[in-house]
């Protein structure tokens, strides 16, 4: 019998090397920033100079980038609005491409962005590109308040069940989420049973009043959307309004996808969650992130999504794709250097956002944030979101 980890969420904090030390300096800086939302002149220099580093590593290392990047120009970065310039990959390309910088032998990791059926994105990752993700999410949810190393609490997660070969990325996340607060209950929303998943309303009422009955916080993380089924079958089913802690947390992640006609308002499931749960909006956040961009962006005080400083975000026109002005809507642009496993540094995302400065939120953060207003796209592009919400057929 193993001794469970009285610390878990200590090696996520842990230093952590670059691949190479020697060509990848600035990285290794940029990366051991604990500081999640820092600005100022010298972090856009260093942010610069990490970022044309990893630029050079996968040019050299990937005869896909190579070549890209030598077809346009090999723009050079000398400020960080110039990330902008870099040549661009759209995240669906990974759905019918597997482009790697590292050899087999260096693959830590290997995660996929969808379900059982339709395209997914093969995703692979090296101890520092993996380590990064898991980091980089650490000190964005410590800033929050997330990270509560001596107080356990009880979990209901929105998301897989493990089961064996399993590799989607949100069930990576969830389960890594769990590491933040020592576990005291688990239990899921998408239970496995046999080849496939399938979403358990009732299961789900139970276990939250259970955990009401309980002295202890209580975590719900994953897809909004089996939440609010969740609140809506408890209303169903005629069950009083609960009063979970205070120092509950809801963290969600995945959107609406596949939900579009029954998708409601960010602020009237807020509502709800502090109707039916008794947690309040301050300790209800939402997050955005892909297995094509592992950067963590988490709602601030405010609900905004900020970038952090490890990245910088950019809408582009949908048609010519140009950089837009704050403000303007236009496809997601997410540029960071973290990866060095696969040239994701610039990808292009399906999702409709407007890109706003720091401080046109009023949070006391800096950093630029965006506003999703829909995804672009057809039948075929998929996340895990829409896998997911096909368990719903026949359950809500």
């Not at 169903?236 to 992640?253: C, I, Q, T």
Request: charged residues 20%.
């Amino acid at each position: 019998m193993t001794t469970p980890d009285p610390a878990p969420h200590a090696k996520y904090f842990a230093p952590l090397p670059v691949p190479d030390a020697g060509r990848l300096p600035h990285l290794q800086r940029l990366g051991d920033l604990r500081t999640p939302y820092a600005t100022g002149p010298d972090i856009d220099a260093l942010f610069v100079r990490a970022l044309t580093e990893v630029n050079t590593w996968h040019a050299e290392r990937s005869d896909f980038y190579g070549h890209v990047w030598r077809a346009h120009g090999e723009p050079a970065l000398r400020t960080a609005a110039d990330a902008a310039r870099l040549p661009l990959t759209h995240a669906n390309f990974f759905k019918t491409h597997v482009v790697k910088s590292i050899p087999d032998e260096d693959v830590a990791a290997h995660f996929t962005s969808s379900g059982t059926t339709g395209q997914k994105s093969q995703m692979f990752f090296d101890s520092w590109s993996i380590g990064s993700v898991m980091r980089m999410a650490a000190f964005v949810l410590d800033h929050y308040g997330f990270v509560t190393p001596d107080r356990p609490a009880n979990y209901l997660l929105y998301s897989y069940e493990p089961a064996v070969g399993l590799k989607l990325g949100t069930a990576f996340t969830d389960d890594f989420l769990c590491d933040m607060a020592p576990v005291n209950r688990r239990a899921y929303a998408l239970r496995s049973v046999g080849d496939e998943h399938v979403f358990d309303p009732f299961g789900c009422v139970e276990t939250l009043v259970r955990y009401a009955e309980e002295d202890l916080p209580v975590r719900l993380l994953g897809f909004p959307s089996f939440l609010w089924f969740t609140l809506e079958r408890m209303r169903a089913l005629g069950v009083p309004p609960l009063k979970l802690r205070a120092d509950s947390f809801v963290y969600l992640g995945g959107g609406w996808k596949g939900h579009a006609g029954r998708r409601i308002g960010k602020f009237e499931l807020y509502d709800r969650i502090e109707e039916q749960l008794g947690i309040p909006h301050e300790r209800v956040r939402d997050s955005y992130g892909a297995v094509e961009h592992g950067v963590t962006y988490a709602e601030c005080a405010r609900h905004r999504l900020h970038a952090p400083v490890w990245s910088r975000v950019f809408a582009r026109h949908v048609t010519t794709l140009d950089p837009l002005p704050y403000g303007e809507r236009g496809f997601l642009h997410c540029v960071s250097p973290f990866m060095t496993s696969v040239p994701v540094h610039s990808v292009l995302m399906g999702d409709l956002v407007s890109v706003h400065p720091g401080s046109a939120c009023g949070c006391g953060l800096e950093t630029d944030w965006f506003e999703i207003h829909g995804r672009a796209g057809t039948s075929t592009n998929r996340s895990c979101a829409v896998a997911a919400a096909e368990l719903m057929k026949g359950a809500a």
